[in-house]
């Protein structure tokens, strides 16, 4: 089955600054990769996603991400952060089965400093 | 009004005792997933059905059960409530083709005292 693992559970970066947050997946092919977030008290949204082609994507928000197969990984992206970017962000991967449904990493907690 | 609609959005109850949590879409979806959402771990999938024929476990489903009443509707069972259970709890919906994103409900605010 596949699975997703965020290393950083929180991150605080100055308002301004660039952001990456990492996610590294497991699963035997190349699955389909999404990144959400979540604003306190709602619910998830996604920013972008992932499934084949250009391995830069560009999503919502400023936000974007780079697929690394030889890595396993699809970090997401910010060159200058905002305060509203506060929130918690979500990595998921979907299989390319029908049985392999979604899977979500832990998340990345983001604290932005003044 | 939302696309994915979770009733009740909070919700106080005591242990040992059954409760149930609705979710309904208006997207068209056949996919229908919940999740629970707790500190450190994550979202980790229930149940999930592909259709209303169709109803598969995920990885947590001990003490839980669903129900697919129409394409339009999922919800879910706590039989007997337990502390542990104590959660966010997320509705979502997917379309038939794997390479679409999920769409989340508000969510809902379950806890068991």
């Known amino acids: 089955a596949q699975s997703v693992t965020q290393p950083d559970i929180h991150i605080t970066v100055s308002e301004g600054a660039s952001l990456e947050l990492r996610c590294n997946y497991s699963y035997g092919a190349t699955p389909y990769l999404f990144w959400y977030v979540q604003s306190p008290g709602q619910g998830l949204q996604l920013l972008l996603k992932?499934?084949?082609?250009?391995?830069l994507v560009q999503g919502i928000k400023g936000f974007e991400a780079e697929f690394k197969r030889s890595q396993s990984s699809f970090n997401l992206r910010k060159p200058s952060v905002h305060w509203s970017d506060a929130a918690e962000y979500f990595c998921?991967?979907?299989?390319?089965?029908?049985?392999?449904?979604?899977?979500f990493g832990a998340g990345t907690r983001l604290t932005v400093k003044p | 009004d939302a696309d994915v609609t979770q009733t009740p959005r909070n919700r106080i109850t005591k242990t040992g005792k059954r409760i149930m949590l609705e979710c309904s879409q208006t997207?068209?979806?056949?996919?229908m997933y919940w999740y629970r959402q707790d500190p450190g771990l994550g979202l980790r999938l229930i149940y999930y059905?592909?259709?209303?024929?169709?109803?598969n476990k995920g990885e947590i489903s001990d003490g839980y059960s669903v129900s697919r009443q129409a394409q339009a509707k999922f919800s879910l069972s706590l039989e007997s409530a337990i502390p542990n259970q104590t959660a966010l709890y997320f509705c979502a919906t997917r379309g038939g083709d794997l390479n679409t994103e999920a769409f989340f409900g508000q969510g809902t605010r379950l806890t068991v005292v």
């Open positions: 998921a991967v979907g299989g390319i089965r029908r049985n392999n449904d979604m899977r």
């Open positions: 992932y499934f084949s082609g250009d391995t």
């Open positions: 059905s592909f259709d209303v024929k169709d109803i």
């Open positions: 997207k068209g979806h056949d996919r």
